[in-house]
């Protein structure tokens, strides 16, 4: 089993920061691809960004330009900054893992959430 603990989520003004971190462990054998989804309130969970193992990145439109993705392969981390934030980017956020077994298997993995809320 592989456990993804998130942290860095809170309140903050339209126009601030956050930086959102997620580390995986356990048993670990491959992390592949990590990455960020979102709920909004009433919504399905959405994309936010993803990162490859390689550093390859994949960012959503509405994010684009604001948010950053970054991973430190060594400490399986992934983190999110988070700039020029609105009030629509309030939401849970998801930390998410492909995960790639000795026999290769390949599971997926779920944080818990963290709340961001933008507010004044």
């Known amino acids: 089993q592989v456990q993804l603990v998130e942290s860095g989520g809170g309140l903050v003004q339209p126009g601030g920061s956050l930086r959102l971190s997620c580390a995986a462990s356990g048993r670990i054998f491959s992390i592949n691809a990590m990455g960020w989804f979102r709920q909004l309130p009433g919504k399905q969970r959405e994309l936010v960004a993803v990162i490859t193992s390689g550093g390859n990145t994949n960012t959503a439109d509405s994010v684009q330009g604001r948010f950053t993705i970054s991973r430190d392969n060594a400490k399986n981390t992934v983190f999110l900054q988070m700039n020029s934030l609105k009030p629509e980017d309030t939401a849970v956020y998801y930390c998410?893992?492909?995960?790639?077994?000795?026999?290769?298997?390949?599971?997926?993995?779920w944080g818990q959430g963290t709340q961001v809320t933008v507010s004044s």
């Open positions: 998410y893992a492909d995960h790639t077994t000795r026999t290769y298997a390949v599971q997926h993995y």
